[in-house]
């Protein structure tokens, strides 16, 4: 019996971390970059770092404040026309990162 009880623990408890980072009300500690494969502007995944350093240039002044994926995918699509259809960033989730991934070797 306490080996059937380890057994789903360990099984439950594994299942609970793979799928931790795939909330979406996580994004914003699990989200590495979003890919905007239409913005030439933006090469290549972009980070946070990234989406501030263009936001501020942009918006002109800019506090420095804590923003999430959210606020950050609303302001790239506020700074593109919708003539084209927009601008829609993919995520870049934890599974995406090559440290996470270590069956890409």
């Not at 306490?2 to 009300?25: G, K, Y």
């Amino acid at each position: 019996m306490q080996l059937l009880l380890a057994f789903l623990t360990l099984c439950l408890a594994s299942t609970w971390v793979s799928v931790f980072p795939l909330l979406p009300s996580l994004e914003d500690f699990f989200v590495n970059g979003l890919y905007y494969p239409e913005v030439p502007l933006f090469a290549g995944i972009v980070d946070k770092e990234t989406h501030y350093r263009v936001s501020k240039i942009f918006y002109g002044r800019f506090q420095d404040a804590y923003l999430t994926w959210n606020q950050l995918r609303l302001m790239v699509r506020e700074m593109f026309s919708n003539q084209y259809g927009g601008v829609t960033g993919k995520t870049v989730g934890f599974y995406g990162s090559d440290n996470v991934c270590i069956f890409k070797y």
